[in-house]
Each structure stands twice: as C-alpha cells, then as structure tokens.
C-alpha cells in the first residue's frame, strides 16, 4: 500500500509545484471592452504582455455579416458579454437557444508600434471564422447558416496579422447546430506576434510534460498489477491515470486532432465527456480497494 501511496503524493506535488510556477501576480489588469469597443492606447504589449478581449462584443444575432459590410449593418447591433455562450441571451425580446448562427464583432484601439500581432482563439462552439481588418486569417470546421452547410470542429487557432492602422476590426462568424451550448466559450488572446506564439508553445510542453509523467505512471502501475494480480488497487490506479491522459489529449489544445490527423468531432467530444465521468468510479474502486472501510453503497452510488 505504500508504494502506492508515494506515487500518488508525488504526482500531486508536482501538479500543485507546476500550478504555482505558471502564475502571474504582478501582471497590470487589461481593460474591458466597453459597446463594442477595447482601447489599447496605454497597453504595451512588449511590456504589459498579451490581452484578454473579455467585456462587451457587437452581436449579430441569425446573421453571418460580411466584413465589406459591417458599417451598413451595424445600425442595430446588441452588446453581449464574452467569454460565454449566447444561450439564455435575451435579444430583440427572444431567448436564444443553442443551435444557431451569429457575428461577433470588436473594435480594438491600439498604439503606434507597428509590430506583428497574433490572435489566439481556444474554444468555440462548434465552428467559426475569424476576420481581422476585413481579411479571413484562420477557421474552425464550416460555419454555415445550418445543420447540413455546418460542419462542426474544435481546434484552436493563432493568427498572426500586422495592424495597418491603430484601428483593428475583430470579426468572428459563429454557427452552432451540433451542441447543447452555442458561442465561444473561452477567452480571445490579443498580443505581441511572438508573446502568442511562445505562450503557445509553453502550454505545449507544459502539456506533453503532463502527459508524460501520467502516462509513466499508467505503465507502472498496470505492470505492477500483472507481476501481483490480486492486487487490484493497481490495476484500478492505471486505468484512472489512462482516462486523465485520454482527458488531456481531448480538451483545450486537442492534441489527438494533431496524433489522427482526423477524427469525427462526435467521437472526440464522447471521448472528452466519457473520459471525465468514467474516471470518478474507477477513481472511487481505487479507493476502495485500498482501503476496506470505504462504503460499498456509496460506492454502488457513485
């Protein structure tokens, strides 16, 4: 049992030691977007680092809006927040549901430095185009104006750009037919060129260095259980720390879109969903094994 025990203690160390490293407390607080409008005037992005684009986005509900004619359009623009899902948004007297399409729009004021910009977009629900100053720089699956012209994909994207004035018009076409919850549900990044890129690549190997050291103690553990098979405990531990990989691999960077190549988004959001909740009774047999105290009703009941 206390071979066990020190595996598990290590790994959660090394989680908390990593969780503490990754922040950041002396970075300034960016501003929020205020009826469609971020100013950046007094943001240094070599300095200050990248932005969150969070507060009020221009929200075109049923409407894909060509960049060429956004300003004709833009005579009746609703204000919503973002990050967040556009269920539940009351607009025009309506309560939207989750299957629909719609245009987000943002204007960021910027400083004169001229230097390349990135924009790093994680998650959307279920696919997407992103404009920036009226030219299409990167897409998620097909955002149509329906079930059949959509097709659904999950896949971040970073886009680099060079601001041709200190006026940057942000476009982002959104259609959702495939899930319960429609809009982009994480965070848009604005920075300096080479800060997204980098922040990128650390959340990579942050990630690959994750994966890892949960699938070595995956290996150890289920060898450890064919070389002493009555010891359950084991055999338990390793499928728990395979459904955690499995979770990984599956959310944010969807590292198994880049191993395949390929795969069907409804296989990679069962393997998402299926991954999470399968872990919490293989964890709880886990526990149960080790230690015989533990309820077996509750247990049935997890």
């Not at 300003?71 to 539940?88: E, I, K, Q, T």
């Not at 886990?286 to 247990?299: A, G, K, M, P, Y």
Request: charge should be positive; proline fraction near 5%.
């Amino acid at each position: 049992m206390g071979t066990l025990r020190r595996p598990l203690l290590s790994g959660c160390l090394l989680l908390a030691i990593l969780s503490i490293a990754g922040c950041d407390l002396e970075r300034r607080t960016p501003p929020r977007a205020v009826r469609g409008v971020l100013d950046l005037r007094d943001w240094d992005f070599t300095r200050d680092g990248p932005v969150e684009l969070a507060g009020e986005f221009e929200f075109y509900w049923g409407r894909h809006i060509d960049p060429g004619h956004v300003d004709r359009a833009a005579r009746r623009p609703s204000f919503v927040p973002l990050p967040g899902y556009w269920n539940g948004l009351r607009i025009d007297g309506e309560t939207l549901p989750g299957d629909g399409f719609a245009t987000y729009r943002l204007t960021v004021l910027v400083g004169p430095s001229g230097n390349p910009l990135a924009l790093q977009v994680w998650e959307v629900s279920t696919a997407c185009r992103l404009f920036v100053d009226g030219e299409l720089l990167a897409a998620a699956g097909e955002a149509g104006k329906s079930a059949e012209a959509t097709i659904p994909e999950y896949r971040p994207l970073v886009a680099g750009f060079k601001p041709a004035s200190g006026r940057i018009d942000i476009l982002l076409q959104v259609s959702n037919f495939h899930h319960r919850r429609g809009g982009p549900w994480d965070v848009i990044t604005l920075g300096a060129e080479q800060d997204i890129l980098k922040q990128h690549e650390r959340k990579h190997l942050f990630d690959f260095f994750l994966l890892g050291c949960i699938f070595i103690m995956t290996l150890y553990h289920l060898m450890l259980f064919l070389s002493r098979r009555k010891y359950r405990a084991t055999l338990f531990y390793g499928i728990f720390c395979l459904l955690v990989a499995l979770r990984v691999l599956t959310t944010d960077a969807r590292y198994l879109l880049h191993m395949l190549g390929h795969i069907d988004w409804s296989i990679l959001v069962k393997i998402e969903y299926l991954s999470f909740y399968l872990a919490v009774p293989v964890f709880g047999m886990f526990i149960q094994s080790l230690f015989t105290v533990f309820s077996r009703r509750l247990l049935r009941l997890i």
